[in-house]
């Protein structure tokens, strides 16, 4: 789709895991960083998943072949150098007179760690573009520790500056009458 709004927008996952929201960038034209933890494997699983999403699509679109061609996995632990990552999305240019950073960055169930919500916030603010930049933090609350501290990346996103919007949550209905209804 020649009008999609992902078209042509740097996009950075992070905490990617299988990658399903890079893939689905992709397939929309936006030029996709997808990252997760320094993990020989896990990076090996998601530049594959990369690759294959990317001989699904069609070189009849020139500029969404060009931008899925351009498609990177790297791996980023939270709070250290973002370097590679921006090397990632700028293949390797160091220029810094020519250097982006994202559009858009997708945290997608990051949070329930909380220990390292510091660390999650600090690399999304040095990787954000800060002219229209947006970053969702879209979780689900696990019971690995009390809800109330995996909350709590609300109040420490504004202390870093960010401006955030809660939206609205509706929890699912339980596989199983063992788990608690919230």
Not at 20 to 48: F, Y
Not at 121 to 141: H, M, Q, W
Not at 161 to 168: D, I, K, P, Q, R
């Amino acid at each position: 789709n020649n009008n999609h709004p992902l078209r042509g927008k740097s996009f950075l996952e992070v905490g990617a895991g299988a990658g399903v929201p890079s893939w689905a960038a992709m397939k929309c034209g936006a030029h996709v960083v997808c990252t997760d933890l320094s993990d020989t494997n896990r990076i090996r699983c998601m530049a594959e998943c990369a690759e294959r999403n990317y001989q699904q699509i069609n070189n009849d679109d020139d500029t969404l072949f060009t931008n899925a061609s351009r498609t990177r996995v790297c791996p980023h632990d939270w709070g250290s150098s973002v370097d590679n990552v921006v090397k990632a999305l700028n293949n390797n240019n160091t220029d810094d007179n020519e250097r982006r950073l994202f559009d858009i960055i997708i945290a997608a169930d990051c949070c329930y760690l909380p220990w390292y919500h510091s660390e999650l916030l600090d690399s999304i603010y040095s990787l954000l573009t800060d002219v229209g930049g947006v970053a969702i933090v879209a979780f689900a609350l696990h019971d690995n520790t009390d809800d109330k501290d995996v909350w709590k990346i609300v109040d420490t996103a504004k202390e870093k500056g960010f401006f955030v919007e809660v939206l609205e949550s509706q929890q699912l209905s339980p596989p199983t009458t063992a788990m608690e209804s919230k």
